[in-house]
């Protein structure tokens, strides 16, 4: 193996059940949020950090829609494989499905439900990604803390215990879908017992960093958004939010084209030549008018971009 590396998986296992009866014929994270699949988000927000090789896990009856969908990545200057989830089995399964292809390197594990926006994301991805030793997870303020796993802070701000789902949390920051680990991640992962709700549980990890004071939390602020797509009612909102946030000021959230195109990973010629299969569509317009700008124009979430 030559030089570590930080590669991304994305989780887009599961039956989607929450979400029946339009996940009965269609897998979850294919579904639309408002102009474009669910993935497109997860999937962005991978690339946001600069992570360009990226492992995708789904049930098997449904790998070969996402592999329609992206192929193997090389359109967007990345590289796309596939793995899959025989049962849904909890996150913590990831690192072991994901074993050979995470092959000695930092992670990254985001969920493919998971949508993330704001002005300071990008900043703190690439900080993130910067961890060579533990593991950096992203908390969040949230009004409903007893639907997830929930982190307590002592009075320095730092953390100190985990709970998942507690029905009577002290604390009101949830640990979001996204989660940056050193390579100890997968002998971690294989330690891990299954939980009295039958699944490898993902915070049985972070508790293990947390036990070795390599737990790194990072609150993500009032101006940046986290939303779970897992429910007819936050689909909705997720929809609603993305639409809002695109009218207004003109620019896509969650375009792993536009990503793509301003971190030079692919050149004027190579967006335009994807945005021309669907230019009668707005998204394909969109791609083709960002395409018209300078090289010089590498401006968004309000942050410059910067090549790697």
């Known amino acids: ?49 600069g992570i360009r090789d990226i492992l995708i896990i789904t049930n098997s009856n449904q790998q070969s829609q996402f592999k329609n969908l992206l192929g193997d990545g090389h359109k967007l200057g990345i590289s796309i494989s596939y793995e899959t989830q025989e049962k849904p089995n909890g996150l913590a399964e990831a690192f072991i499905i994901g074993e050979s292809f ?12 998971n949508l993330f926006h704001g002005t300071e994301l990008i900043s703190q991805l690439k900080q993130a990604c910067t961890q060579q030793n533990g593991a950096t997870v992203f ?3 949230v009004s409903d803390p007893e639907n997830y796993g929930v982190v307590n802070f002592n009075d320095k701000g730092q953390a100190i215990s985990i709970q998942e789902k507690p029905s009577n949390p002290t604390s009101r920051y949830a640990l979001t879908g996204l989660y940056f680990y050193d390579p100890s991640v997968v002998d971690k992962a294989h330690k891990v017992k299954f939980s ?9 990890i972070n508790q293990m960093y947390l036990d070795q004071n390599k737990l790194n939390v990072e609150v993500l602020g009032r101006g940046t958004a986290w939303l ?9 909102e997720a929809s609603s939010f993305v639409r809002t946030i695109e009218k207004r000021q003109g620019l896509k959230i969650g375009s792993p084209e536009e990503i793509a195109w301003r971190y030079g990973w692919i050149n004027k010629e190579q967006i335009l030549r994807l945005a021309k299969p669907i230019i009668k569509s707005d998204y394909g317009k969109y791609l083709e008018r960002i395409a018209s700008e300078t090289s010089s124009s590498k401006i968004f979430l309000n942050q410059k971009y910067i090549k790697d």
């Not at 993935?39 to 962005?44: E, G, V």
């Not at 995470?102 to 439900?113: E, H, M, P, R, V």
């Open 139 to 141: 908390a969040y303020s």
């Open 228 to 236: 779970d797509t897992g429910t007819h009612e936050s689909l909705h």
């Open 1 to 49: 193996m030559g030089k570590q590396k930080r590669v991304g998986i994305i989780l887009a296992g599961g039956t989607g059940s929450r979400l029946f009866p339009i996940t009965k014929a269609i897998n979850k994270q294919l579904i639309p949020v408002y102009d474009k699949p669910m993935i497109y988000y997860p999937l962005s927000t991978l690339m946001l950090a």
């Open 196 to 204: 009295n709700r039958g699944e490898l549980e993902i915070s049985s």
């Open 102 to 113: 995470i092959d000695g390197n930092s992670t990254a594990l985001i969920l493919g439900d």
